[in-house]
C-alpha cells in the first residue's frame, strides 16, 4: 500500500508562483515515474509533468518554460510553478508508479487545489 500526500496548493494572482510537494510513504520496493497530473472542472486529468529515476523529464506544452519538476528525494517530487496563469486553475494530483518486481502499480494521491484569479 503506497501513500501520496501533496501539499502546497492554494490561491495566487496570475504571475504568480506556486511550489507543490509530493512524498510517497508505505511499502515501496521500487519508484519508476513520479509526476503531477491536473483536472480542471468539467475536464479531464491531464498531464503536466513527470520524471522518472533516470531523470528523464516530460512536460505538457502548455507549462513548458514556466513549470519545473524535480526529485527531492527517491520517493518524493516536487513541481515550482512560476508565471501563472488564470488557466492553470485545476486541482493538481500527484502520481507514482511503484512496483514490487512482479507486477506495477499506479499510485495517486488525493490532489491538491491551485486557484489563479485576481
Known amino acids: 500500500q503506497v501513500q501520496l500526500v501533496e501539499s502546497g496548493g492554494g490561491l495566487v494572482q496570475p504571475g504568480g508562483s506556486l511550489r507543490l510537494s509530493c512524498a510517497a510513504s508505505?511499502?515501496?520496493?521500487?519508484?519508476?515515474?513520479m509526476g503531477w497530473y491536473r483536472q480542471a472542472p468539467g475536464k479531464q486529468r491531464d498531464l503536466v509533468a513527470i520524471?522518472?529515476?533516470?531523470?528523464?523529464i516530460d512536460y505538457a506544452d502548455s507549462v513548458k518554460g514556466r513549470f519545473t519538476i524535480s526529485k527531492d528525494s527517491e520517493n518524493s517530487v516536487a513541481l515550482q510553478m512560476n508565471s501563472l496563469k488564470p488557466e492553470d486553475t485545476a486541482v493538481y494530483y500527484c502520481?507514482?508508479?511503484?512496483?514490487?518486481?512482479?507486477?506495477?502499480?499506479?499510485?495517486w494521491g488525493q490532489g491538491t487545489q491551485v486557484t489563479v484569479s485576481s
Open positions: 502520481y507514482a508508479s511503484t512496483g514490487d518486481g512482479i507486477s506495477l502499480f499506479a499510485n
Open positions: 508505505g511499502t515501496i520496493f521500487r519508484t519508476y515515474v
Open positions: 520524471i522518472t529515476t533516470n531523470g528523464n
